[in-house]
């Protein structure tokens, strides 16, 4: 049986989805094991974690594209929530210069919103969010079926090979809730 170039996310609450409550509603943690990861499943380009646990590395791409997906359902209506990738760079980062990522977001039916990030020059071990202020509404009209918040960090414009980034979680939070506790 070949093996998949690209990796499949693992989607079991409890192991790589963790939901925590905080005032103003719910945390969602997703683990990288949870997430779609193109050439994920070639370790050439990525290292990807065996368990539920630890993070994703990137060795080398030329086209970044992490996804996943939350249904809506488990999100509260009428609520303002922030999407982030939490990431490092590695020392040996490379390729990020003049190459900005971009974080986008489609809630149910709706429009994509993204917001792009410089992370070219970040201090390396020093975990960090990309971007700091995406934001969506749950409106109750967008809870219908099977819908979902769908999100992906995406670099796949300029085409420069490009490594060094680790992918830690995406945090899915309420906006007047806190950040992601140690």
């Not at 693992?10 to 905080?22: A, L, Q, Y």
């Not at 994703?56 to 249904?71: H, I, N």
């Not at 990522?101 to 960090?128: D, R, T």
């Not at 109750?140 to 414009?157: C, Q, S």
Request: hydrophobic share 35%.
């Amino acid at each position: 049986m070949a093996s998949q170039s690209h990796q499949k996310g693992s989607r079991d609450f409890g192991k790589t989805i963790i939901e925590r409550m905080v005032p103003g509603g719910n945390v969602f943690q997703i683990k990288p094991k949870a997430l779609d990861i193109i050439w994920g499943g070639d370790p050439r380009y990525w290292k990807v974690p065996d368990s539920d646990e630890g993070s994703a590395e990137l060795l080398q791409v030329c086209w970044l594209e992490v996804s996943g997906w939350l249904e809506l359902s488990k999100l509260a209506r009428d609520t303002t929530y922030k999407v982030n990738f939490k990431v490092s760079m590695k020392p040996d980062a490379f390729g990020w210069s003049g190459s900005p990522v971009y974080l986008m977001a489609k809630v149910g039916g709706n429009k994509f919103i993204w917001k792009s990030a410089n992370i070219s020059g970040k201090q390396p071990g020093v975990e960090f969010s990309i971007p700091e202020d995406l934001k969506f509404t749950v409106k109750g009209a967008d809870v219908t079926g099977d819908a979902k918040l769908n999100f992906g960090l995406y670099e796949i414009w300029r085409g420069r090979w490009k490594g060094g980034l680790v992918i830690h979680e995406v945090e899915i939070s309420p906006e007047s809730g806190p950040a992601t506790a140690s």
